[in-house]
Nanobody, 120 residues
Framework: QVQLVESGGGLVQAGGSLRLSCAAS????????MGWYRQAPGKQRELVAA???????DYADSVKGRFTISRDNAKNTVYLQMNSLKPEDTAVYFC??????????????WGQGTQVTVSS
């Protein structure tokens, strides 16, 4: 069984920074892409940033230039450095691991979510 454990959320003032971490554990042979999604109250879950095993990245337009995603393949861990935070960044942030190769095949996994609140 694969588990994703997130950490690093919290309350911060506008203009501040937070760093999220997500570690995948279990019998993992490889992970294709890891990413962060967020869901604000009353809104759909949206992609924030993603990174492949080769280091290719993708960002939502709303966070480009402010957020940086990185990954440690040896530790199966993904990070999200969030700078210049805005109140509209307030949401629950979910970690995702896509096309995770486990002994029985491939699957997709989600973390439990971590709250990020940005006060104005």
């Amino acid at each position: 069984q694969v588990q994703l454990v997130e950490s690093g959320g919290g309350l911060v003032q506008a203009g501040g920074s937070l760093r999220l971490s997500c570690a995948a554990s279990g019998t993992i042979l490889s992970i294709n892409a890891m990413g962060w999604y967020r869901q604000a109250p009353g809104k759909q879950r949206e992609l924030v940033a993603a990174i492949t095993s080769g280091g290719n990245t993708d960002y939502a337009d709303s966070v480009k230039g402010r957020f940086t995603i990185s990954r440690d393949n040896a530790k199966n861990t993904v990070y999200l450095q969030m700078n210049s935070l805005k109140p509209e960044d307030t949401a629950v942030y979910f970690c995702n691991a896509d096309r995770v190769r486990v002994p029985r095949g491939y699957s997709n996994y989600w973390g439990q979510g971590t709250q990020v609140t940005v006060s104005s």
